[in-house]
């Protein structure tokens, strides 16, 4: 029996009031025993067929009907006119014939195991496409309790659940078969990630949104995804505005640095770090695409490239001392900072070197953004074991830990 697969956003589209219908083919196709009938039910029930054959299905429904008004009928007659009630139903698309009829066919128990689970899910489905969610939902449950194993069918039981109200049900389901197939090395369906994330969202469970945007990055790394991910980051709660320009780091990465204010910002902040070589690669990226050296602030945009050529040449100027500076202090935090300025501008040789050594030297006040940055550093280098080495160690809640994993779902993407 075939069925309508659902879009990647349905089950999304479902938590939202959308609906996904599958196809009722097959339904006509369900082989039936032979039963005795006595001679006035089955003469009509012949006839019926004649047309039924004839495609005069309006007249084969209308001489089933006549049926209707024989009294005492046996359940092996009435089973035999519903079946055939159902191949009219099924030839001309009438849900709700397929319905009437399906139940009571299902209920007799007369068909063999395999057409009786068919019929079963053809029942579910017919639910489903009437709106009878709660229906639909049972209906799909006994098909899998009774051997069924069509597992598409499990996305139409989730949305059943959601849309019969029973949310709670649906979020266990996903997440069970999330973790099944993680626990099998397959990746998780990607509309089942995005009806698990836009649940936890709606149910204001951000541990369980988050881990569902991370899968959906990890595996299918839509910029969408990435944008939504980060997003929840710097609404934590507990995200240090100090991490703020990790992030752009991470924006720039992945793709998501487009508008002028985001270049400006991100190239600002990289002056005032003392990253001026890093300032200076995102304020050419942002006059490559456009997004800077045009407009009413053309200018401006002019001016904070000059701005950022000064702080450059006077950092190498003074790089010499800050360098001997940073080596002779018992606290590692100015050699780290130092290094990172340097393999931010892309002289990693350098500035990696100087941040093991800075790191060793302990007495850090964030030693989880050292690493971070240590991570990243690596990763940019092209050094991608020792940048997962070094970030798998990162586990800072104040959003360290949790850039510490996006890099390394980057990395590994990348």
Known sequence: M????????????????????????????????????RPE??????????????KKYRDALAKLQETDRIGSKTVNES?????????????????????RSGEIIVAANKLGSKEQLQLIQVLAN???KAGNYAKAAKAYERYFAEGGTDTSLRQYLTQAKAQSGDVGGAMKDVKAEIQAAEKAGRVPPQSTLEFYAN???????????????????????????????????????????????DLYRLKFAVGLIKDTKDYMEMAQIAIQDGNTGEALK???????????????????????????????????????????????????????????????AGDFDKGIPMMERG??????????????????????????????????????KDGSGDLARYWTIYANAK
């Open 2 to 37: 075939k069925h309508l697969r659902l879009s990647q956003l349905a089950i999304v589209f479902a938590a939202l009031g959308s609906v996904a219908i599958p196809e009722m083919t097959g339904v006509g196709n369900i082989a039936y025993a032979q039963e005795a009938m």
């Open 41 to 54: 039910v089955g003469k009509l029930v012949q006839q019926a067929g004649d047309m039924f054959r004839a």
């Open 79 to 99: 089973f035999t006119i519903e079946r055939m009630r159902l191949a009219i139903a099924s030839a001309t698309g009438d849900n709700d014939l397929i319905i």
């Open 126 to 128: 017919s639910y489903y």
């Open 199 to 245: 649940g936890a969202q709606r149910a204001g469970d951000k541990a369980g949104y988050q881990s569902a945007l991370e899968k959906l990055v990890a595996f299918y790394g839509k910029k969408e995804y990435w944008q939504n991910l980060i997003n929840a980051v710097e609404r934590n709660k507990d995200f240090s505005s100090r991490l703020t320009m």
């Open 282 to 344: 995102i304020i050419d990226a942002g006059f490559k695409s456009g997004a800077l050296g045009t407009g009413n602030e053309a200018a401006r945009h002019g001016r904070l490239r000059d701005l950022a050529n000064k702080k450059h040449a006077d950092a190498k100027a003074a790089a010499a001392n800050a360098e001997a500076e940073a080596e002779k202090s018992a606290e590692g935090t100015a050699l780290v900072a130092l290094g990172f300025s340097y393999a931010t």
């Open 359 to 396: 790191i060793k030297k302990d007495s850090l006040k964030y030693p989880d953004d050292a690493n971070l940055h240590l991570g990243i550093a690596y990763i940019m280098a092209g050094k991608k074991s020792n940048g997962l080495k070094v970030l798998k160690g990162v586990q800072g």
